[in-house]
């Protein structure tokens, strides 16, 4: 889904050229980082439930641990993420979001859902409630 109005390639696809126009954003990815944005906005969602460990944060994200490393350290240092040390372990480190990371996250899932809002707008709302079953009934299954 294009993020600030644009629309990808010369047919609207979004994929096309780079994917969705997140450079801009300040989440956005460096040139040469491809699947870096998704990954980063999947580890803020994660996080956003509350602390987690390196290992827990590539769980929940699907990447694996050195993956899992780097994408903390970037969100560190972008000043997304802290490591603290674990209250139940001190030997272990979890990772929370900072006060600028949740409202990252916050300003994400805003866009998201409003994107979702307008694409719901072309569906009537027959179509609507059916579209509502079926994501349920796909979610009940999903593993």
Do not use: C, Y
């Not at 600030?4 to 994917?19: E, K, L, S």
């Not at 580890?43 to 987690?52: N, R």
């Amino acid at each position: 889904m294009p993020m600030h109005g644009g629309h990808g390639g010369p047919h609207g696809d979004p994929h096309a050229h780079g994917g969705p126009h997140w450079r801009g954003m300040p989440w956005g990815g460096d040139p040469g980082a491809r699947g870096e944005v998704p990954a980063r906005l999947r580890m803020l969602d994660a996080l956003a439930g509350g602390p987690l460990s390196v290992s827990a944060v590539g769980e929940a994200i699907g990447v694996d641990q050195p993956r899992a490393s780097r994408l903390v350290q970037q969100g560190v240092e972008r000043g997304w993420l802290l490591r603290e040390a674990d209250p139940d372990d001190a030997r272990r480190t979890r990772i929370v979001l900072t006060d600028d990371g949740r409202r990252m996250i916050r300003g994400f899932r805003g866009e998201r859902r409003e994107a979702l809002r307008g694409a719901l707008a072309a569906l009537t709302p027959e179509e609507q409630h059916e579209f509502a079953r079926l994501l349920a009934k796909v979610a009940d299954n999903w593993r």
